[in-house]
């Protein structure tokens, strides 16, 4: 990628971000979602960290390097 693309590429990572964001706060406004975050975090946090990690490491072909390392 040349300079322009890279440049594009940051804007638009920044852009999705703070629309992310935006989405997350509006909706941690209502009630009843507010009560369910609040009550259930202890278990759904974890649990995207996990996965989140998990779907790294089988993007990056991480797991198979680890395997032949070991194995």
Avoid: Q, R
Avoid at 14 to 37: D, H, M, P, Q, V
Avoid at 44 to 63: A, K, N, Q, Y
């Amino acid at each position: 990628m040349n300079s322009i693309e890279i440049f594009i590429t940051i804007i638009t990572f920044i852009f999705l971000i703070a629309i992310w964001c935006y989405i997350a706060k509006t909706l941690s406004e209502y009630n009843f979602i507010k009560k369910n975050i609040e009550k259930y975090k202890h278990i759904v946090i974890p649990i995207v960290f996990i996965g989140l990690g998990i779907f790294i490491m089988v993007e990056s072909d991480t797991i198979p390097l680890i395997y032949n390392k070991i194995f």
